[in-house]
Structures are given as structure tokens and as C-alpha cells.
């Protein structure tokens, strides 16, 4: 098992930037994919951004490259999404996932999943 807990979200300005996080226990925390997904009001759960494990590389919506950035800290357990230039689309909860699947930009390539964190961007 491995446990996901989402933290840092909040009521931002459009053009902000804000970092979400999302500690991990359980399991060995470098063995797995970490994945940002967001699902807002009325919508399906939606790809954000993922790190792999091992090799760290990285892989992003169409809808926030350029603007989002993911990382992840394997010493700590945990992983990071800063989100810049902030837009009202932006606006939804923000879902901390954990997989070893090949499948990346999906959600069936993940196992666990964290309760999210509220991100709202005002216009």
C-alpha cells in the first residue's frame, strides 16, 4: 500500500503561481510513477503531469506545458507541482497518483491515489 497525501492548494489570482505537494508513505516511494491529474466541477478526472520513477523523466498536459512544472524528491517521499500563469481553467482538485504501469497518461496506469487538494484560480 502507499498512501498519498495532497497539501498546498488554495485561492489564487489569475497569473499566480502556486506549488501543490504530495507526501508519500508506505511502500517504496522511488519505485513508483507519480502522476498530477485535476478534475473540475461537472468533468472527468483529467492527465496533469507525471515524473518516472528511476530515470525522472517528465510528461505534461497539452493544456498546462510551458506553465506547470513536476519534480519529485525520492529522499523526502514526496512530489511537487508548481503551477504557474495561473488561469480560471485552471480551477479544480488537484489528484496525487502513484503507479509502476507503463501507461502514463492515464488514469488505469495508476494504483493509489491521494483525497486531492482545492486549487481555485480567480479571474
Known amino acids: 500500500q502507499v498512501q498519498l497525501v495532497e497539501s498546498g492548494g488554495r485561492l489564487v489570482q489569475s497569473g499566480g503561481s502556486l506549488r501543490v505537494s504530495c507526501a508519500a508513505s508506505?511502500?517504496?516511494?522511488?519505485?513508483?510513477?507519480m502522476g498530477w491529474f485535476r478534475q473540475a466541477p461537472g468533468k472527468e478526472r483529467v492527465f496533469v503531469a507525471v515524473?518516472?520513477?528511476?530515470?525522472?523523466?517528465?510528461y505534461y498536459g497539452d493544456s498546462v506545458k510551458g506553465r506547470f512544472i513536476i519534480s519529485r524528491d525520492d529522499a523526502n517521499n514526496t512530489v511537487y507541482l508548481q503551477m504557474n500563469s495561473l488561469k480560471p481553467e485552471d480551477t479544480a482538485i488537484y489528484y496525487c497518483?502513484?503507479?509502476?504501469?507503463?501507461?502514463?497518461?492515464?488514469?488505469?496506469?495508476?494504483?493509489?491515489w491521494g483525497q486531492g487538494t482545492q486549487v481555485t484560480v480567480s479571474s
Open positions: 497518483a502513484a503507479g509502476q504501469s507503463t501507461v502514463l497518461r492515464s488514469r488505469v496506469g495508476y494504483t493509489y
Open positions: 515524473i518516472t520513477r528511476s530515470s525522472g523523466f517528465t
Open positions: 508506505g511502500r517504496t516511494f522511488r519505485d513508483y510513477n
